[in-house]
């Protein structure tokens, strides 16, 4: 056999084997009636351990390709062409083709450890279940007559809910739009996979801020698109550093969360705001904002969104209930110029038909209620009870080891550790005590900082949290 392992290739060794041998019996190299070497003989001429030879075997075998016999060794299935039996497709090959990429390993066992185990979770971006309106959201479905349509909804969304948000943005957002500008989404996440697919194509270079969410997503990898970083300090982005970045690479869109952003809390100042825009209109580079958390300041002021400073129709905007009222109403939605809504809107009708009719019920008659501006007071007193904990405790238990700057909205505090660490490291020592948080490396391309989120634990559990990861990184 006439194969040697890629061993700086990302691909398992045993997989690579296991697709050559797949391969070599496809263009009859190993041919039915001769059998395969055995699994000592190949790991001895492939100076492999037996146990990749075996688990190279054991895949072949689980899809259809080879058979094993005690007495008789390893040969090609007999029934590979469907003689006898229908044969299992490769589906890890499959897997390995698809455009649309996995999201890094790091994300993958955060969700994972989220799931399956109990821990104190400063990881995740949603809120806890008591900050969620129950009450409110019970009394709408238990007394009030779900009056919509069960069928598919308009390719936009209900009506009924676009013309509740019309009115819901010009209070607390101070935009101006109409039902024809809004596109009803599942999320904000959808929203974003809407504009990335719609509206740009492989080669087309983006600019993303850093550290960011956005910059864990493998969306636009996936799309083949440029990613270029534009830092965040106190204050938000540098619109010089964008200009640059235009002039260098022709920036085909911005991406931003002006807002008590994630992970930092920066507040974009209002002179770089109007600076971005400045640029956006000379330059026709449409920018994209994503606003969770503008509702949330912990001062009281209220916070203007660029798209209310928007005067050509430059600005995208995507929100959603997610962060202020309930993650598993799936309910979001893009303002945006009446002909981008419908591409999107085309596509998203594509994809699922539309979005449910009974949660946009349950969403327009919320928002419609004085129960949302009182959600909305309770919610901000809560979440600044946290976000005082957690900073008590991060002075308290690691005291001069670590930087930030206190929120003022938002769910997020971004940690800097002074002391030289393993990344990873920490975050298992973490684990294994019981807290689980985002290292900053998924978020952002400076090291040595970490993301905490406040909004899913109550203040006892961020406290001994907090704890449990100083002693973590006291171990390290």
């Known amino acids: 056999m006439d194969w040697r392992p890629d061993r700086k290739a990302k691909k398992a060794i045993y997989k690579q084997l296991a697709e050559y041998i797949e391969n070599r019996i496809a263009d009859g190299t190993f041919p039915p009636d001769k059998p395969l070497p055995s699994e000592r003989d190949l790991a001895k001429k492939l100076d492999l351990n ?48 698809g455009s649309f990429l996995p999201n890094l390993p790091v994300t993958q066992r955060i969700r994972n450890e989220t799931v399956d185990h109990k821990l104190i979770n400063l990881a995740s971006g949603e809120l806890s279940e008591d900050l969620f309106p129950m009450n409110f959201l019970r009394e709408i479905t238990s007394t009030r007559s779900f009056i919509g349509s069960l ?34 989404t599942s999320g904000a996440q959808q929203a974003l996979h809407l504009v990335v697919q719609c509206l740009l194509k492989p080669g087309d270079a983006v600019a993303i801020e850093d550290p960011s969410y956005n910059y864990n997503l ?12 534009l ?59 994503d606003d969770p ?27 959603s209930l997610s962060k202020i009222v309930a993650s598993g109403l799936r309910i979001g939605w893009i303002i945006g110029p009446k002909p981008v809504i419908e591409r999107l809107s085309d596509a998203k009708q594509q994809i699922d038909f539309g979005h449910s009719s009974f949660t946009q019920w349950i969403a327009n008659d919320f928002m419609e209620s004085e129960n949302f501006q009182h959600h909305i007071e309770k919610l901000i007193k809560e979440i600044v009870k946290r976000r005082n904990q957690i900073v008590a405790s991060l002075n308290f238990y690691l005291k001069n080891q670590v930087e930030f700057s206190i929120p003022l909205g938002g769910i997020h505090i971004w940690c800097k550790i002074k002391k030289d660490y393993n990344e990873l490291q920490l975050l298992e020592e973490s684990i294994k005590r019981g807290v689980i948080y985002v290292p900053g490396s998924t978020m952002g391309s400076k090291k040595g900082f ?16 907090i704890k449990r990861f100083a002693e973590a990184l006291h171990f390290l």
């Open 151 to 184: 069928g598919y909804d308009h390719p936009q969304g209900s009506a009924i809910l676009r013309n509740t948000l019309t009115k819901h943005v010009k209070k607390y957002r101070e935009i101006e739009t109409n039902l024809s500008s809004i596109l009803i």
């Open 231 to 289: 830092p965040v300090d106190k204050d938000g982005i540098n619109p010089d550093d964008l200009l640059s970045l235009y002039k260098k690479h022709r920036i085909r869109m911005i991406f931003l969360n002006p807002a008590y952003q994630n992970p930092t809390g920066s507040l974009l100042n209002e002179k770089q705001r109007k600076a971005i825009l400045n640029i956006s209109s000379e330059h026709g580079i449409p920018v994209v904002e």
């Open 218 to 229: 493998q969306i636009f990898r996936s799309a083949g698109l440029k990613v270029y970083h």
């Open 450 to 465: 970490v993301r905490f989120t406040f909004a899913r634990e109550d203040e006892e559990s961020i406290d001994k949290g």
């Open 293 to 319: 958390y503008s509702l949330t300041s912990f001062t009281g002021d209220k916070i203007p969104t660029l798209k209310s400073m928007d005067v050509h129709g430059n600005v995208l905007y995507i929100s």
């Open 50 to 97: 037996r146990s990749t030879i075996v688990a190279a075997y054991d895949e072949l075998e689980s899809n259809g390709l080879i058979e094993r016999t005690r007495g008789s060794g390893t040969t090609i299935s007999k029934d590979i062409w469907g003689i006898a039996k229908k044969r299992i497709p490769s589906w890890n090959t499959y897997i390995e083709a």
